[in-house]
């Protein structure tokens, strides 16, 4: 039977859902700041420890600007993991992260929500897992879309849950 | 006619498509996307994996989904849709809206709304980070300043208690270097100070009436000495219509004239230097003077003018010639404090003259003919024996320093305590005409021993016990601190022996006669 789970990126503008998006999918990326209008829809497919192939359906969506609950209902129907990326450089992207996964846990009771610190590479991870602890930031994985640091393994890991979630 | 033509257009940007519920394309119309009927809709986009899961979970009193800004592609161009998907047990009927164009000019307007926001939120992080980097040079400037000063009261201290003792000439020699190269670095801290705080706004610019005349004497008096030594000539012409007293801050104009006189000096080996003081003009109770401070010295060259008052400047590469680079971007820093302005002009190997406007007021109706305050002279009580000194003190050295110092006069028992809370316990068991305190010793600081003393005894041989507060962080602030702690008095390290004497003696004195 072949397996297809959708996974939603989320999280403020400028955080780099879509440079993670573009990594995981294509292992490319660009130092370019360019706005998500909407959502942007690609396939990966990936073999899972068992054997199985797993179709990854990644949706990169417009960033908020205050929280995820002004992100586009319809696009998270049907999901099967959200991924709250936020940007570990800007604080203002991480604010409301205990709300905003508050809500979605609560919205979406079967929906795996996963937290992802970007731009990795920008900072130094000692301090910054420092200062996340101290402010009470839960985060699942700390990343870096630039240097593809903890990327695929993250989305590997994340493929492994899903599935095993739903067998 | 116009209706119509919307009309034609509007249909030309719709697509319907029929799907059964396994995926098949049942129906097409090809506007946008020449898909055929009989193609797994599946393979033709990852977003119409989301119709299994509506088949999967099929709800008949929920069968209408619209998903706006869906990004597609067709012939290798993108087309942007908003999609509206119809639900049945039999079959899905989706409606494709192309708004490509209407999605690019958003496009436009948010990528250059989120780019200016992500803008200045990095601005902002780099202001932030400025302004961290700032606090913590100036937190560790004040942290070494005390680090240095505490060390520097001490060799400054037993130099002067060496020079008391029998003495070779080259020893005295010796010592004399010594104390000159403390005197030094005392004043490269207080340059340090100085720098760290104008440039984190910190610095207080205080008005206060002051006599004019005696500063301009005192550098008459202390760089006509200097003028000999060097055998040049030293002049200052002032303006005899200037008063005699004067409100502003004097320390800093001092400093800055100071400093001046200081560089004309040392870059001047032969000729002479001239410092003129005129007044600009007088309004009301303003006026604004100008000081000319004219050298016929080595001079600057035109490039490197610009950059005169930069920190760590220093063109000159005679290292007979001692400077730390600081001293005219304090004397630029000050200038403008005081709202005042610098000019200069120089000429290589003629000379350079530095022009300062400086604001001023005074006061009108008061005579300039005030009182010279002179430090008061105090003597120590003579009918009572010695007297008795509590030195709260924790560094062995500053210790060793004053107990040499106040023992080596014959009038002083003194007892050391390391600590506030020792102190306490000595108050209690003995009467002390005074007591010397450090301000940062562990247990009680200075000021919490001090408010001790002051509020929990009632027994006035305690409670009024005169107490003289000392400390490397020598400012202002920190005597003010002292002094509305109920302290009588404070004394910045490092300091000189004689004033160690005249504040012990004046507070003794004091408190013999209430």
Redesign the interface.
């Known amino acids: 039977m072949k397996l297809?789970k959708?996974v939603v990126l989320l999280g403020h503008?400028?955080v780099g859902k879509t440079s993670l998006f573009r990594r995981f999918i294509d292992n490319e990326f660009s130092g370019e700041?360019?706005?998500t209008?909407?959502?942007?829809?690609?396939?990966k497919v990936v073999v899972l420890p068992d054997g199985r192939e797993l179709?990854m359906?990644i949706w990169d969506t417009?960033?908020h600007?205050d929280s995820v609950q002004d992100t586009?209902k319809?696009?998270l129907?049907?999901s099967h993991a959200f991924i709250y990326v936020f940007d570990l450089?800007?604080e203002?992207t991480y604010k409301n992260l205990n709300q905003d996964l508050k809500y979605l846990k609560k919205t979406y009771t079967k929906v795996t929500a996963k937290i992802i610190g970007n731009k990795l590479d920008l900072v130094n991870e000692k301090e910054v897992t420092l200062r996340l602890k101290e402010q009470e930031i839960p985060f699942d994985c700390l990343t870096s879309a630039k240097t593809n640091k903890n990327v695929q393994n993250f989305f590997l890991d994340l493929a492994k849950e899903i599935t095993n979630e739903a067998s | 006619m116009k209706k119509q033509q919307n009309l034609i257009e509007f249909s030309q940007n719709i697509q319907l498509t029929t799907v059964s519920t396994d995926g098949i394309i049942k129906e097409t119309e090809t506007t946008l996307f020449d898909w055929k009927t009989g193609d797994s809709i599946y393979e033709i986009h990852p977003f119409f994996e989301i119709l299994n899961s509506f088949i999967d979970d099929y709800d008949p009193n929920n069968t209408e989904f619209s998903f706006p800004c869906i990004h597609f592609e067709n012939n290798h161009q993108e087309r942007i849709c908003d999609v509206s998907i119809h639900l049945d047990l039999k079959e899905i009927i989706l409606t494709f809206f192309d708004y490509t164009q209407k999605y690019k000019e958003l496009n436009t307007i948010a990528q250059q709304r989120n780019e200016s926001i992500l803008k200045s939120k990095e601005l902002e992080l780099k202001n932030q980070y400025l302004i961290e980097k700032e606090e913590f040079k100036n937190s560790f400037i004040a942290n070494i300043n005390h680090e240095i000063r505490t060390p520097l009261t001490s060799i400054l201290g037993f130099v002067e208690v060496l020079e008391k003792t029998q003495l070779t000439f080259e020893q005295e020699e010796l010592s004399r270097i010594i104390k000159r190269e403390s005197h030094h670095l005392n004043a490269l801290i207080d340059d340090m100070i100085d720098i760290s705080k104008i440039e984190s706004g910190k610095l207080q610019i205080v008005e206060e009436r002051f006599s004019f005349q005696d500063i301009i004497n005192g550098f008459r008096e202390s760089y006509t000495m200097m003028a000999e030594e060097k055998e040049i000539d030293f002049e200052i012409d002032l303006d005899p219509n200037i008063q005699e007293y004067l409100i502003g801050d004097r320390t800093r104009m001092y400093q800055i004239l100071n400093n001046l006189l200081n560089n004309a000096f040392k870059f001047t080996e032969e000729g002479s230097i001239r410092l003129s003081i005129t007044k600009n003009y007088q309004r009301t109770n303003k006026l604004s003077l100008n000081f000319k401070i004219e050298d016929t010295g080595i001079g600057i060259l035109k490039e490197n003018l610009p950059h005169l008052f930069e920190r760590f400047t220093r063109f000159n590469t005679d290292k007979q010639i001692s400077g730390n680079g600081l001293g005219l971007a304090i004397v630029k820093n000050l200038t403008d404090l005081l709202n005042g302005e610098i000019k200069v002009t120089s000429q290589p190997e003629k000379g350079t003259i530095f022009n300062i406007n400086l604001p001023f007021k005074f006061e009108v109706t008061k005579t300039s003919s005030s009182p010279q305050r002179k430090k008061k002279k105090y003597k120590l009580p003579e009918n009572k024996g010695k007297f008795r000194i509590l030195l709260v003190e924790d560094e062995e050295i500053t210790q060793y320093l004053i107990m040499k110092i106040l023992i080596s006069q014959g009038n002083f028992f003194v007892d050391i305590a390391i600590n506030g809370e020792e102190a306490i316990q000595y108050i209690e068991r003995r009467k002390y005409d005074l007591i010397l305190m450090d301000l940062t010793v562990s247990k009680l600081d200075g000021f919490q021993t001090t408010n001790m003393i002051r509020n929990n005894y009632g027994d006035k041989f305690i409670s009024e016990i005169p107490i003289i507060g000392f400390s490397g962080k020598a400012s202002e602030t920190v005597k003010d601190k002292c002094i509305r702690s109920g302290m009588d008095d404070f004394l910045p390290k490092p300091f000189e022996q004689e004033d160690l004497l005249y504040k012990i003696t004046r507070q003794i004195a004091k408190k013999a006669a209430d």
């Open positions: 297809s959708k503008f400028g700041y360019k706005v209008l909407g959502v942007q829809i690609k396939k179709s359906i417009e960033g600007s586009r319809s696009y129907l049907g450089t800007r203002d």
